[in-house]
């Protein structure tokens, strides 16, 4: 075998490799589309193939059925997201560009409170958020995740912010700009892309936790998103598997035009952030 046909049956074992990889990627989403779009009966004939002809009946009644849900979790994700962002660029800022007593100190508190295991911090935090009377609130489940989601925000963002041309800040301070008006007008604009990185890393991580939602929230009106589809297959309110499935759907069409919105500067971040880390 030559040099030439051992890099072609390379190049086929790849792409092999990829295609199997984006079926059994793929194939999910597929199935839960085109169940959700079948009658009962025309599932129980037709199971994996797309429907003769759709019905989107299902698909309305999942959406009125899990609508209250996702606006929870979009209030909770994005609230989140938002406070993170608050808290994490005025401080990301000042870690990178500004000299001040304990900030190597705090940088590395920030940082080291990536590596304690959630379960550690589970009981405590509990126990925080009832002392606080925050208990079957929606800001009950916000706050504990801002808190968890500082470690990351910070590290993610001091990279981007780091690879910044030290002469803009210098520029700027010496034209006589504030730090506040330099963190807004030239920081912030170069450094959309981070930021939707950091957003988005914080709204799949929101929008997907189950146990936490689940432990503090116990009214059926205030559930996250992710902890009530899991009341879904024993709900009388679904009577067959393609409501069912229009259900988890439903569930999911918010997260998916979220990120399909953000994806362009998702991956512009992480590529930025690839290159000059």
């Known amino acids: 075998m030559t040099r030439m046909d051992g890099l072609g049956i390379g190049r086929l074992l790849r792409f092999i490799a990829l295609v199997l990889l984006s079926v059994g990627t793929l194939f999910p989403l597929y199935f839960l589309v085109v169940t959700a779009l079948k009658t009962n009966t025309e599932f129980?004939?037709?199971y994996f193939l797309p429907p003769l002809k759709?019905?989107?009946?299902?698909?309305?009644?999942?959406m009125g059925l899990m609508g209250r849900f996702v606006m929870n979790s979009v209030f909770i994700s994005l609230m989140t997201t938002l406070i993170i962002l608050l808290v994490v660029v005025p401080a990301v800022y000042a870690f990178t560009w500004l000299r001040f007593p304990g900030a190597p100190i705090l940088y590395t508190v920030a940082i080291a409170s990536l590596m304690v295991p959630p379960v550690l911090t589970f009981i405590p935090q509990y126990i925080l958020t009832r002392q606080l009377n925050l208990l079957n609130t929606h800001w009950g489940v916000i706050l504990p995740f801002v808190a968890t989601g500082i470690g990351l925000s910070v590290y993610?963002?001091?990279?981007?912010?780091?690879a910044?041309?030290?002469?803009?800040?210098?520029?700027?301070?010496?034209?006589?700009?504030?730090?506040m008006r330099i963190l807004r007008t030239i920081v912030l604009p170069l450094t959309v892309p981070s930021l939707v990185t950091v957003s988005v890393v914080q709204i799949v991580t929101t929008w997907n936790a189950f146990l936490w939602p689940l432990v503090v929230v116990s009214s059926e009106s205030k559930r996250a998103v992710s902890v009530a589809v899991t009341f879904l297959s024993g709900s009388s309110q679904v009577p067959d598997t393609p409501a069912l499935m229009a259900g988890y759907l439903a569930a999911s069409i918010p997260l998916i035009l979220i990120l399909s919105a953000l994806m362009r500067f998702f991956v512009r971040g992480m590529t930025e952030g690839a290159l000059k880390g």
Not at 55 to 60: A, E, G, H, K, T
Not at 164 to 179: S, V
């Open 44 to 46: 129980a004939t037709n």
């Open 54 to 62: 759709p019905d989107f009946s299902n698909l309305i009644e999942g």
């Open 156 to 162: 993610l963002l001091r990279t981007f912010f780091a």
């Open 164 to 179: 910044l041309p030290y002469e803009l800040i210098e520029a700027a301070r010496i034209e006589g700009a504030g730090e």
